[in-house]
């Protein structure tokens, strides 16, 4: 069973007003303002309704799952909401950090240590990343810009290669 199957994951359906909006998060120097000040939100959001909704999946129509990993310096847990992408059997994680020009801190902890869970709309799984390879690149951020268009622009203004994770179920064989 493949990380999907397992988190009962599903694709949103994104509508009218949610494409309209994609316009508005993805405008450059807006991006990273709105990735700050939603983290928070989500993380809130997601303890209020016992893990079944996000902010950002009800506004933008955002595949929101919460990632927890070890920080790679401090040995602590870290819990971020990230939009996920399907990626075959799994999920991918594009670490645009919402176009900020820099790795977001997840990237880092997951290149430490490759293991946390993955909660989506109120189940949890335990996985283990690895970075795509050339062709998984290539397929998840064609997935991320399916999504949200944004991921496009998000490349384009990196001055580092964005880092791509997939995410497998931890007992996948």
Same mark, same amino acid.
């Given at each position: 069973?493949?990380?999907?199957?397992?988190?009962?994951?599903? *694709?949103?359906?994104?509508?009218?007003?949610?494409?309209?909006?994609?316009?508005?998060?993805?405008?450059?120097?807006?991006? +990273?303002? @709105?990735?700050?000040?939603?983290?928070?939100?989500?993380?809130?959001?997601? $303890?209020? /309704?016992?893990?079944?909704? *996000?902010? *950002?999946?009800?506004?933008?129509?955002?595949?929101?799952?919460?990632? %927890?990993? %070890?920080?790679? #310096?401090?040995?602590? @847990?870290? /819990? %971020?909401?990230?939009?996920?992408?399907?990626?075959?059997?799994?999920?991918?994680?594009?670490? *645009?950090?919402?176009?900020?020009?820099?790795?977001?801190?997840?990237?880092?902890?997951?290149?430490?240590?490759? %293991?946390? /869970?993955?909660?989506?709309?109120?189940?949890?799984?335990?996985? #283990?990343?690895?970075?795509?390879? +050339?062709?998984?690149?290539?397929?998840?951020?064609?997935?991320?810009? $399916?999504?949200?268009?944004?991921?496009?622009?998000? $490349?384009?203004?990196?001055?580092?290669?964005? +880092?791509?994770?997939?995410?497998?179920?931890?007992?996948?064989?």
């Amino acid at each position: 069973m493949g990380l999907q199957e397992e988190l009962g994951y599903r *694709s949103p359906r994104v509508n009218n007003v949610q494409r309209a909006l994609h316009d508005v998060v993805a405008i450059p120097w807006l991006s +990273p303002v @709105l990735s700050k000040l939603f983290t928070p939100v989500d993380r809130a959001f997601h $303890r209020m /309704t016992g893990g079944r909704a *996000s902010v *950002s999946g009800a506004l933008v129509g955002f595949p929101v799952v919460v990632l %927890t990993t %070890t920080g790679a #310096k401090s040995g602590q @847990l870290r /819990t %971020t909401p990230l939009s996920a992408v399907p990626l075959g059997d799994d999920l991918a994680l594009i670490g *645009s950090n919402a176009g900020s020009g820099k790795i977001p801190g997840w990237a880092h902890n997951l290149r430490a240590n490759p %293991t946390g /869970t993955v909660a989506y709309e109120g189940r949890e799984a335990a996985v #283990k990343a690895r970075e795509a390879d +050339p062709d998984e690149y290539e397929a998840a951020f064609d997935s991320a810009v $399916r999504v949200y268009p944004g991921y496009a622009g998000y $490349r384009e203004r990196a001055d580092y290669v964005i +880092p791509v994770f997939v995410l497998e179920a931890a007992n996948a064989a």
